[in-house]
C-alpha cells in the first residue's frame, strides 16, 4: 500500500486533467476557435512534464542520500495541495490571464511530485521483493498509476453521466480535483508509519556525476525502451476518450464507461505480465509488446471509428492489452539497469526524461497531428513508430529476470 497509493493520486489527478481538458480550455485559454483551447489546455498537462526531470533528480537524490521512504512521503504532499487547489481556483473570466499562470504553476509542481513518486515507488518495491517475484512486484507501482487512471475515468464517467453538459462545463469538472484530497490524506498517513530501510543505498558525494559517467548505456537503453510505454499509455488512457468525444462523436459518458473498462481489464494484464516476466524474462515480454503494437495500431483505431459501444470497447481493449503487456514487464527492466547507489536517481532521470519529450506531449502531439495532416489516423502512425523505436532497443537490452540485483 505504501508503494503503490501515490501512483493512484498521481495518476489520478493527471488522468482528470486530461479528460477535462475541453472545460480547462474553455475555462483559463479562451480562444476563438475550441481546438485552439483544446490544444493549449493539453500544452499546460505537458507543462507538468517539464519539471519531472528536476523532480527526478530531486526526489531521487533524496530517495538515494537518504531513505526511498522519504521520497515517497515528500512526493505524495506535493502531488496533493495542487490538486485540491485546481478544484477552488478562479476562471480567466474571473481573474484574467493571472488564472492561466495559476493553473501552469501548479502543474509544474506537480510535475516535480510526478518526477520522483513513480520511480521512487517502482524501486522501493523491487529492492523489498525476492529475486524470482521482482517483475509482479514491480508492477504493482503501475497497478496503482492504472488504478488511479481508472478511478479518475469512472469519476468522469459518472459526472457527465449524472450531470448535464451545460453543468459539467461550468463548475462540475472542479469536482474531482477537490474529491482528490480522500486519497491524498490516505496515503500520507500510510507513508508517515514507514519504517526506514534497514539497509542504506552507499554514499556517494556526486550521484549524478557518478552516474552519467558510469552508467550513461543504461540511461540511453531505459529512456529508449521507455518510449512505447510513454506513447502508448497516453494515448490509450488520456487522449482517447478526447479522440472518441472529438472524432468519433461518441457522447462523453460512453467514451469515459469505456476508458474505465479497459483500465479495470489492464489491471489484470498488469501483474501478468510481470509473472511472466519473471519466469521468461523481461525482453521476450517487451518485445512481443512492441511488435504487436506496431502490427495493430492502426487496425485497433480502425474499429475505433465505427461509434458502437462493442466497436470502441473492442478497439481501445485492443490498444490496453498491448500496452499493459509492455508495462508489466518495463519496472522492473528498469530497476535492474542501475546499481543500488544510484538506482533511484538512474531510473528517475531515463523515465522522466522520456515522459517529458514524448508522454505528456502525446495528446497535444496527436491533436495537432490531426490538424495539420487532415487525417484522423495519424495517431496511430505516431503510436506504432514510437513501437518500432522502443523494440529495436529492446533487442539490444541485457536479460536481467534471472540474476540478482547489482549491489
Not at 507513508?191 to 543505498?201: G, I
Request: aromatic share 12%.
Amino acid at each position: 500500500m505504501a508503494g503503490v497509493v501515490g501512483n493512484v493520486l498521481e495518476w489520478y489527478d493527471f488522468s482528470i486533467y486530461g479528460y477535462f481538458a475541453p472545460m480547462i480550455g474553455h475555462h483559463f485559454f479562451p480562444a476563438k476557435s475550441s481546438t485552439t483551447s483544446l490544444i493549449a489546455a493539453f500544452a499546460v498537462f505537458s507543462a507538468g512534464f517539464i519539471t519531472r526531470p528536476l523532480g527526478a533528480l530531486v526526489f531521487g537524490y533524496i530517495g538515494d542520500r537518504f531513505s526511498r521512504e522519504r521520497a515517497l512521503t515528500l512526493s505524495i504532499l506535493a502531488m496533493a495541495i495542487p490538486t485540491c487547489t485546481t478544484g477552488f481556483m478562479p476562471t480567466y473570466q474571473s481573474i484574467g490571464f493571472v488564472a492561466s499562470i495559476i493553473l501552469v504553476t501548479l502543474r509544474l509542481v506537480q510535475g516535480l511530485s510526478a518526477g520522483g513518486e513513480y520511480t521512487t515507488s517502482i524501486v522501493f518495491l523491487i529492492e523489498r521483493s525476492s529475486q524470482g517475484r521482482r517483475g509482479l512486484i514491480g508492477s504493482f507501482g503501475l497497478f496503482g498509476s492504472i488504478a488511479g487512471g481508472m478511478i479518475g475515468s469512472a469519476t468522469g464517467a459518472t459526472l457527465t453521466y449524472l450531470m448535464p453538459r451545460e453543468q459539467i462545463m461550468e463548475w462540475g469538472w472542479r469536482i474531482p480535483f477537490i474529491l482528490g484530497i480522500a486519497p491524498a490524506f490516505f496515503g500520507i498517513m500510510i507513508r508517515r508509519e514507514l519504517r526506514h530501510a534497514t539497509v542504506s543505498p552507499p554514499h556517494s558525494h556526486d550521484r549524478l556525476a557518478h552516474l552519467l559517467m558510469t552508467q550513461w548505456r543504461s540511461l540511453v537503453q531505459v529512456f529508449g525502451f521507455e518510449l512505447l510505454e510513454a506513447v502508448g499509455f497516453y494515448m490509450t488512457f488520456i487522449y482517447l476518450s478526447t479522440y472518441l468525444t472529438r472524432v468519433v462523436q461518441v457522447p462523453e459518458h460512453q467514451a469515459l464507461a469505456v476508458n474505465t473498462l479497459c483500465m479495470a481489464f489492464v489491471l489484470m494484464v498488469i501483474p501478468l505480465s510481470g509473472t511472466l516476466s519473471d519466469r521468461i524474462g523481461r525482453k521476450p515480454m517487451l518485445l512481443a509488446a512492441a511488435i504487436c503494437a506496431v502490427l495493430f495500431a492502426w487496425p485497433l483505431f480502425r474499429i475505433l471509428q465505427h461509434p458502437g459501444f462493442g466497436s470502441i470497447l473492442a478497439g481501445e481493449l485492443g490498444l490496453a492489452t498491448i500496452i499493459g503487456t509492455y508495462e508489466g514487464a518495463a519496472p522492473a527492466a528498469a530497476a535492474e539497469g542501475f546499481p543500488m547507489a544510484v538506482r533511484a536517481t538512474g531510473v528517475a532521470v531515463a523515465f522522466n526524461l522520456c515522459m517529458t519529450l514524448f508522454g505528456g506531449t502525446t495528446p497535444m502531439v496527436a491533436t495537432f497531428l490531426i490538424a495539420i495532416t487532415n487525417s484522423t489516423m495519424a495517431p496511430p502512425i505516431y503510436l506504432a513508430t514510437a513501437a518500432a523505436i522502443s523494440g529495436l532497443v529492446v533487442l539490444g537490452l541485457r536479460e536481467t529476470a534471472k540474476d540478482p540485483l547489482a549491489p
